[in-house]
């Protein structure tokens, strides 16, 4: 693992992935409007370790989910390379979230009555140029539990295998929701481990969505959001490894 590199200054010369600019967002519940999102910018760059940061309620999951096409923004414009998302219909949506995207959120999601190999091929058999699931597994560090049911695994372990089947499609861009929040300190660092090892050994563009500052200081860049809005961001100079984080 990396281990206190200066890897920010790399990043002045990649690809802008996502540019998302003036979102705003507003859900309608009953006669209020709730305003999730003001007017944001934000670029993510091409193979770069982005956190989202902010407490619950600050628009970071709203974000995250336009970003990946989950979501479509009130006003605003998101483009992702060439395309721009915010003129794309439900089936283009589809098809980018396919083949360019993958998710790991807090929950797990996982199918019971599967093994953690079979979780993972849900993916690989409907992606174009899919890792074996043996390999994806292995990424992750659990290419020994392939043949175990979900509930023979750990809530980290359970966590790690939606990690793997979210990598085992090649995505370009792994976007994170609180992919730590149910879980131990002990058990959460490994799982950054695993997605710090995806970003940096594969190369996969990454947002993380948390609530700890702590994970902050992993990334390349640390967006700051708070009612919706992005105060401010933090580049910094040099990043620690998932395990040398001071809880």
């Known amino acids: 693992m990396v281990t206190g590199e200066n890897r920010s200054g790399r990043g002045q010369e990649r690809e802008t992935v996502f540019q998302a600019r003036q979102i705003n967002k507003v859900y309608h519940v009953g006669e209020v409007d709730v305003h999730a999102l003001r007017g944001v910018d934000l670029d993510l760059r091409a193979g770069e370790f982005m956190v989202l940061l902010g407490p619950s309620g600050s628009g970071k999951s709203t974000l995250l989910n336009i970003l990946g096409g989950l979501d479509v923004p009130t006003g605003g414009t998101v483009r992702y390379l060439e395309h721009e998302l915010t003129a794309f219909d439900d ?15 807090q929950f797990y999601n996982l199918i019971p009555s599967l093994t953690a190999r079979e979780n993972v091929a849900l993916i690989t058999e409907i992606a174009r140029n899919p890792m ?27 966590q790690r295998i939606a990690i793997a089947r979210a990598i085992a499609k090649r995505p370009d ?6 992919p730590t929040g149910a879980l131990d300190v002990h058990t959460g660092v490994v799982v950054l481990e695993a997605i710090e090892r995806i970003n ?11 609530h700890n500052a702590v994970i902050g200081s992993m990334a390349d860049r640390v967006v700051h959001l708070s009612d919706g809005r992005v105060t401010h961001v933090d580049e910094n100079a040099c990043q620690v490894s998932a395990s040398e984080l001071q809880w």
């Open 132 to 158: 074996d699931p043996r390999e994806a597994l292995h990424v992750v560090g659990l290419a020994e539990r392939m043949d175990h049911f979900p509930s023979q695994l750990s809530g980290g372990e359970q």
């Open 173 to 178: 861009v792994l976007l994170c929701d609180e």
């Open 200 to 210: 940096r050994e594969l190369g996969t563009t990454t947002a993380v969505i948390t």
């Open 91 to 105: 089936a283009a949506l589809t098809r980018f979230r396919r083949e360019h995207v993958g998710f790991v959120f």
